[in-house]
Structures are given as C-alpha cells and as structure tokens.
C-alpha cells in the first residue's frame, strides 16, 4: 500500500519534534534533513541489494567481486560503505547498521563517521553533502537526543521507490522546509522563499526543455526545483534542464543537494561560495560561465567589499552599503546572449536610490536589458515585512519586438491572502500577475485589451519617458495607483534621506558661489 503524503509528513515532523528540548527549532533543519536523506539512501540501497539477492540466487560460480560489480552495475546508483573493513568493529554505514548500536555511547561519532563514509565512497555524487555536522557532537546535541529523533524518524515507512514516489518524498522534504520557516522566522528565511513568489518567478521565465537554469544565491534550492516542475507541469521534460546553483553557507548548500536528490532531479551543481567575491561558475577563461535562466532572491541590502576590477560592473560599482546592484550585475553577466533571460526579487529600493546604483540602472536602460518591474505585497517574506518588487532582464537585442525601448510596470501590490504570519499570493494571484506579463499595450502604454492585464494595474513605458525621470523606476511614477500602498516607512526615509543630501549639496555650492562673489549672511 503506497505510503500517503500525509502520513510521510506526520512522521518526520514527529522526529523534528523530538528536538524541541534540545535546540531552537531555527537549527532543527541542521539535523532532520541529513538523518533524513541518510535514512532515504539506506532504505533505497537496502531495497536495491535485496532485489540483486533475489536475481544472485541464480547466479551460481560468481566471486564475491562479480557479484559485487553486477550489483553495482545494475542495480544501485551509490555506495553504501562499510566502517572500519576487515576488524572487529566493521559495520555497513547505513540507517539500521547505526540504529541497532543506538544505546551504546557515542551515537553522534558513530553517525558522523557514516555519513563521511557516504560522502567519500560517493564524490561525485555527495561530496559535501551533509555540510559541517556540528550537531553530531554531544556537546551541540546530547545523544539521548539524537536518539530520540532517530526512532521517530524510524518510525515513518520505508523512504524508498519501491513503497513511495518522489513527488511525496520531495513534497515532504518541501513541507519541513516550510514547517521550519514558518515556525523560526527570519533565520529560516534566509534560504527559504515562498513557494507562491518562486513559482511566479518562474512562471515568467518560462524554462523549455534542455535549457540551463542558475540560481547565484540558491539557498535551499527552491527555485531550481520550481523550473524542472513547472516545466513538467506544463507537458515539457522536467529532469532534461541542467540545474545549477552558488550558495555562500555549506550547511544550506547541502540542504539544497538532499533537497535536488529528494525531487528525483540528478543533473544539478551546487557549489559553496561568495558569489559576488568568488563566482564558482567559470569559463576556461575566467569569465562567468551563461545560462539561459536565472533566477534570485538574495540578501537585501547587504553590506559587502566593492569590486575594485571585475568585469561584470557595468555602469560602475554597488555601494558598500548595498550589494543589490551587485547581484543584478552578476546575474546579466551570467545571461546567455542568445536567449538568456533573469528574474531577481529586491527591495523597492534598488528602483529609485541615487548615485552609484543610478548610475548602475542608467547603464541597465539604456543597454535596454529591463524588461518589467513588477510591484509585489508587503509582509510575504519570512525574513521581512518591507514590500519587494520583481526585476526581468533579457539579454540584449532578445526583447519581443513590441517590447524594445521601454519597460512594462505592473503593480501586484494589492494581490494577496492575510495568512498566520505574513501574506500570501494565491495561485489566481499568480495567474494574474502572469498574464498582465504578457498582455499587449498600445503605443501610449496602455493595454490593447482593457481586460487583458486581469484587472491589475499595468503600463508600459518608453524608455524616453524613464530618461526625463532620471532613471527612477519608482512605480509610482508610471502606474499612478501603486503610489499610495507602495510607501512604506522604509521607502520613505530612503527617499527622504537622498532629498536631503541632493538639498545639502545644492544648499553648500549657493553658499560657495555666494561667499566667493563677497556676499554675505545667508549662512545657515
């Protein structure tokens, strides 16, 4: 009897549960996901070698050796090792070898050295799988613990192909992910985003069969898991896209690997590193390696070391205080020039601010890389309450026709669900938002079809417009309704605080000139 999602679900939030006397349940993740991946290779390889015992019985005069490259060659995809081979402590690195010893002291060494095992028997395939294992020491989790999330764990029904599909699996991978973020806030949120903003994202995008797919800031690799399922959703080869993703914590990277496993999803690359300082993605001839799609939600305004040379700072450098540009830059230089298209999620900041961003987005528009500015809900973040926005880019020249030298502004501000702990966009919400994307507008902007932006405010700008703006992308600006629920405090005092300084400014050069033609008494 095949195993229900909800069954599978219970189950492991029964083992997560376990460790609420032990740790916070924002550091839950760092334990449940790799038992649970390990548990899902041990069940599958033990399911594999019993099939294989099932077929050897006919396979009489086969050396141990034979036997063991047949069942390697036909039957499982991975290694399961044995510890300490050849002496008295061997064991098998698997679920149930560790499980039976469960009682004994040292539980947590004893896994760590399995799960090392697994990694070094398999380095294509698990090389750093399950990130740093801090929780494996007794003095991060007490092995009474560990124990306790182990038989409840065990308790949920085998995690293999044979009793469960991958949909459930990876649906119930998907559901702690959400459980765990939902219940811990902002540190969760950090590689978690909602799976409504994900999939619209990627709905604009629209990824087609064999095409690549990048995520520079991949988290636990939500987005790229959203394109292969999108795309089989809508009749196309899901597990033909080549899956490829940057994420700067080790932990996260593996959480996004086991996550890419769980899907059934194997033509995936997760590598650890500071995009912006240490792009890991490279040509032979260290440029950055393109992609057709690219998707992102990176850290908002985070403050970082400027490029002193880098190639890809078009139109200059990010500021210090504000890496947002930095990751739109990364990301156009990773667009293939072909067909390459990127959708990014940011703060509404990043549409207005001055200086180094303005000069960042002058260059932007006037390559005419920008295809749409989308206004999103305030509060639909984990990690955020400020509303956010969502930029497409095309690579250049590779625009529709009827979208060259201009920008389509749609305003979503007011499209969304009050939920538990923030707002939610609903799938009509997404469905909306998509095909005001891809309505057609007059020569003055407005839409051909009064009807075809589903009732969401949208227009589409000429550039020219945008340049006699200075390049302020402020939806406001050009869709007159999003004014009044995009100002929030935040972008308020943004906007105030570059007033002031350009007043100041303008305010010290009056004063200049006025003190230099021997006028005096205006000072402040």
């Not at 403050?303 to 830059?329: C, E, H, L, M, Y």
Request: overall charge negative.
């Amino acid at each position: 009897m095949a195993v229900t999602q909800q069954e599978i679900e219970n189950r492991l939030w029964d083992a997560a549960d376990e460790l609420r006397v032990a740790m916070p349940e924002a550091q839950y993740s760092s334990v449940v996901f790799p038992l649970m991946f390990w548990k899902y290779l041990s069940d599958t390889w033990e399911h594999n070698h019993q099939e294989f015992l099932a077929q050897y019985e006919g396979l009489d005069g086969l050396s141990p050796e034979e036997a063991r490259e047949i069942e390697y060659r036909d039957h499982q995809s991975f290694e399961i090792p044995f510890i300490h081979p050849g002496t008295v402590q061997e064991r098998r690195a698997s679920w149930s070898s560790i499980l039976s010893t469960i009682a004994q002291h040292g539980l947590g060494q004893r896994v760590r050295a399995s799960l090392q095992a697994i990694e070094t028997a398999n380095p294509d395939k698990f090389s750093r799988l399950f990130g740093s294992m801090t929780w494996t020491s007794e003095a991060v989790l007490p092995g009474e613990a560990l124990a306790a999330v182990m038989r409840a764990m065990d308790r949920t029904p085998k995690m293999h192909e044979g009793n469960m599909s991958h949909d459930v699996l990876g649906g119930a991978y998907e559901y702690l992910l959400k459980r765990f973020s939902d219940g811990s806030g902002t540190r969760a949120g950090q590689f978690f985003t909602p799976r409504e903003v994900v999939e619209l994202i990627i709905e604009l995008l629209d990824p087609r069969n064999h095409e690549s797919v990048y995520d520079p800031t991949c988290g636990s690799g939500g987005m790229l898991i959203a394109a292969a399922n999108l795309l089989k959703a809508h009749g196309g080869r899901g597990y033909t896209l080549s899956l490829n993703g940057q994420e700067a914590v080790t932990d996260t990277a593996g959480v996004a690997r086991m996550n890419l496993f769980m899907h059934n999803l194997t033509e995936f690359k997760v590598e650890v590193g500071d995009t912006l300082r240490d792009p890991r993605f490279k040509n032979p001839d260290g440029s950055v390696k393109q992609f057709d799609m690219i998707v992102a939600n990176p850290p908002y305004s985070l403050k970082w070391k400027p490029w002193t040379n880098d190639p890809r700072a078009i139109g200059g450098v990010a500021p210090q205080s504000s890496a947002d540009w930095a990751f739109v830059q990364h990301m156009i230089a990773s667009m293939d020039p072909k067909k390459g298209r990127a959708g990014v999620v940011l703060p509404h900041g990043v549409l207005f601010r001055g200086g180094q961003e303005a000069a960042i987005r002058k260059r932007v528009l006037d390559d005419n890389l920008l295809e749409a500015v989308i206004g999103l809900p305030s509060n639909l973040f984990y990690s955020t309450t400020i509303p956010t926005c969502i930029l497409v880019f095309r690579a250049s020249g590779t625009k529709a026709p009827e979208r060259q030298e201009g920008v389509l502004f749609i305003d979503a501000s007011t499209r969304f669900t009050k939920a538990k702990n923030r707002n939610v966009l609903t799938k009509a919400d997404i469905a909306d938002t998509v095909t005001a994307f891809h309505a057609k507008f007059n020569a003055d902007g407005t839409p051909v079809d009064p009807d075809g932006t589903a009732g969401l405010p949208a227009r589409f700008v000429p550039t020219a417009e945008i340049v006699a703006n200075a390049y302020d992308l402020n939806i406001g600006r050009y869709v007159k309704q999003a004014a009044a629920e995009q100002e929030d405090l935040g972008t308020l005092i943004d906007a105030y605080n570059l007033a002031r300084a350009e007043r100041q400014k303008t305010e010290q050069h009056m004063l200049a000139v006025l003190s230099a033609a021997g006028i005096e008494g205006f000072d402040e």
